[in-house]
């Protein structure tokens, strides 16, 4: 079939309007939030019904024509880069909520709802939807749900996956496959809901999601400890831990990370700091604020200079600010911006934070480490200039490197950011030959063609 056969067929089930062909749509859609070369798509489609959707997956197939399904391409894995050509298929246009129910605390949502837009509405029936990626204002569901995405409250409520109760999605065929459902309990069949959830668009394409709900914590009380350094921080993340508590959040900045912060905003944050505890309990109101005291006796016994607790809500708005602040603050400092996601047992955070400045020093790099203390969760972000090759070949050791650190400490090579492109070299190296050959084969037979996102997650 020619070019302009398949561009008629692809708008006859979406419209001429939602065919996108011009240099500049193809442009735009060629990269993605990942620092990796950018690769042109053939076509861009835009499907405004479900069963639009459907019928592009299918006409992709019998084609035998590579697609990339697209939420808001913030992802920073290159997932959305469409590395083999073909389609790339948005999903912005399939963005409503279907149902917020609140008497059995679910949601049906399509793909392409923005993850904040559906947390406001589920906050004005009084309900809560947890994962909260720093990207929630731009990001889609549908992104959130293929990439397993965190945030900040991953410690004490989980991420995505735990909220995903069930879904349709298109096979390759465009035939709607349903699983899991609306019940608390639900165990019928293989757990297909639990193998699409971080899929990255290789295995089907999300038609509607549906969410689980959680009532919100009666109060919150937010703090920051300050420390000289790093590693006294690490050691109060450790023994909070220990002590059993479970903060909401529990989030980690280095000394670098709060001077650029503090240069971005003027927050008040103390500069000289060797690192930075952010923390919020929080929970029935007794229990906050018995928690909020043993963690701050916690932080001070384990040499936290000061302790600042939250007055009020502009004061804890004023802490996550902070924290919101540290990427778009590094970004700013240098032309490219590399964020790792690199994750250790909790118990392995000084460890793995004394081998992020080792690296920075062999390779002369600066390296700015913020993240999600209390899941082992780090984003050591590297700065650099990708123009600047002999740079950057400097840069693609230490990430190599700090790979091979996290792994030998029994950590993983994403917390929360996906595999994609960027790290699918590695994949071999923390589950082994078998689990490849194992994913190989499952994707072989789900889509034989080898049209669903290729080139990410599962590659070689
Ligand atoms: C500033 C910034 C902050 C961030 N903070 C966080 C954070 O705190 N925690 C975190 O986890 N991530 C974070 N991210 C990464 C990113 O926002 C998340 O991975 C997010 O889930 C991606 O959503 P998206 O809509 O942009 O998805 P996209 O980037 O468009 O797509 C992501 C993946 O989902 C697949 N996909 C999309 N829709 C569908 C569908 N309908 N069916 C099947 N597959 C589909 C795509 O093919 C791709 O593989 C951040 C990114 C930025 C730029």
Redesign the pocket.
Known sequence: MTAKALIKDFEAIVGKDNVLTSEADLASYSY??AVLPNAMPGLVVRPTTSEQ?GKTVKLCNDNAIPM??????????G??IPSKGGIVVL?TA?NRILEINEEDLYAVVE??VI?SKFAGEVTKRGLFYPP?????T???????????????RGLKYG??KDYVMGMT?YDVNGELVKTGGKTVKCVTGYNLTGL?VG????L????TITLKLVPPPAAAKAMMAVFDTVMDACRAVAAIIAAKIVPATLELMDNFTIRTVENFRNAGLPTEAGALLLIEVDGHPAMVEEDAIKVEDICKKNKASTVRVAKDAAERNAVWQARRDA??AL?KVKPTTV?EDATVPRSKIPAMMSALEDIAKKYSLTIGTFG?AGDGNLHPTILTDKRNTEEWHRVEAAIDEIFDHALALGGTLS????I?MAKAKYMKQECGIAAIEYSKRMKSVLDPKGIL?PG?LIVG
């Open positions: 993605d939030a959707l990339t399904v697209r939420g808001s391409g913030t992802n920073l894995s997932g959305t999903t399939l793909p392409g993850t909260d990626p720093g990207s929630q731009v990001s889609t569901l549908g992104g959130n749900v293929a990439e397993n995405a965190g945030g900040l991420v995505t999605f699409m899929a990255e668009g290789t089907g394409v999300y038609d990427l778009p970004a964020l999600h917390g929360e950011h996906g994609g996102n990410k």
